[in-house]
């Protein structure tokens, strides 16, 4: 049976950087990553174009690039797979 995968989007924290206390990243199903305030429309291209990047590396099972709170992915729920080519 495939396995169901749910993704959400949530950017607007309290603080930022958020530290590394907040109780967000305690949850185990939670990937936090960074993000930019700045726009252009070269750079909001490229914010969207990393962020699907993100999105395909976690569904493949791979840490995805800026990943603030690495010890998600030692939860059941991320168990990493390798990808096949």
Request: hydrophobic residues 35%.
């Amino acid at each position: 049976m495939p396995r169901r995968t749910e993704c959400y989007l949530y950017s607007d924290l309290p603080q930022e950087p958020l530290p590394a206390t907040h109780p967000i990243t305690a949850l185990d199903n939670v990937v936090l990553t960074p993000h930019a305030a700045w726009y252009t429309e070269q750079s909001y291209t490229e914010l969207k174009r990393r962020a699907l990047e993100g999105v395909a590396d976690v569904l493949a099972g791979r840490s995805p690039r800026n990943l603030v709170n690495p010890d998600v992915l030692e939860h059941p729920r991320f168990a990493r797979v390798d990808a096949q080519d």
